[in-house]
């Protein structure tokens, strides 16, 4: 696609249900960004993929979270037994490695973001 | 460990004026790229600007400057003639250049409102 595409954009969940956010980044984008921005915070890393690497899940609050991506493309983060205080906008972002691409400058790409609510 | 600094979590301005935002950063590194992102109403971050660390010379696109201090680890950037649509929050942003990760460190954000 033009952009990078999350879904879904709003969700509203019960204490202790899981909840699965999707993200399809730019199409040829090799890195792609999992952040959580919380009301009145900054954003916050969770998690990077980078091609076949192995990720880096040194932000990932607990145990709860997890993340996976599929084909070197779309992801999907996974937020088990969700609590009151994993509300907050998840947003992904994309970049490409390649030689000469704009991200050469480590610029990102973001998506709206998706709204999590827990009751 | 990088950090980011946003002092000022609100301002406001008035249409046509000038405002400065304000970023510290600190870090051990020495080559790095610096950024200043808007997030609108619409929750999608926006590049606004971007500043390479070996580059002297101040980033400029169109209404938007930074003030780039190195040796103050400071980040500040300027937007002339501000209009209505620059109603937003923005956040400073520092990487890593040259490491395999591109991991973005950001500040807390300022909100910004232009006044007709």
């Known amino acids: 696609g033009a952009g990078v595409s999350q879904s879904p954009s709003n969700k509203v969940t019960e204490k202790g249900k899981d909840v699965e956010l999707r993200c399809d980044p730019i199409s040829g984008h090799t890195a792609l960004y999992w952040y959580r921005q919380s009301l009145g915070q900054g954003l916050e890393f969770l998690i990077y993929f980078q091609g076949n690497s192995a990720p880096d899940k040194s932000g990932l609050p607990s145990d709860r979270f997890s993340a996976e991506r599929t084909g070197g493309s779309v992801s999907t983060l996974t937020i088990q037994r969700t609590q009151q205080e994993d509300s907050a906008v998840y947003l992904c972002a994309s970049s490409s490695r390649l030689a000469g691409g704009p991200s050469r400058t480590g610029e990102l790409f973001f998506g709206e973001g998706s709204r999590l609510t827990v009751l | 460990a990088q950090t980011v600094t946003q002092s000022q979590p609100e301002m406001s301005v008035q249409e046509a004026e000038t405002v400065t935002l304000s970023c510290t950063y600190d870090?051990?590194?020495?080559?790095?790229?610096l950024f200043w992102y808007k997030q609108p109403p619409s929750r999608q971050m926006i590049l606004v600007i971007r500043?390479?660390?070996?580059?002297?010379q101040n980033a400029t696109e169109n209404r938007f400057s930074v003030n780039f201090q190195k040796a103050a680890k400071s980040f500040s950037l300027k937007i002339s003639d501000s209009q209505l649509g620059d109603t937003a929050m923005y956040f400073c942003?520092?990487?890593?250049?040259?490491?395999?990760?591109?991991?973005?460190?950001f500040g807390k954000g300022t909100l910004l409102t232009v006044n007709p």
């Open positions: 870090t051990s590194e020495n080559n790095y790229y």
């Open positions: 942003a520092f990487t890593v250049s040259g490491g395999s990760n591109y991991k973005l460190t």
């Open positions: 500043q390479e660390a070996y580059k002297q």
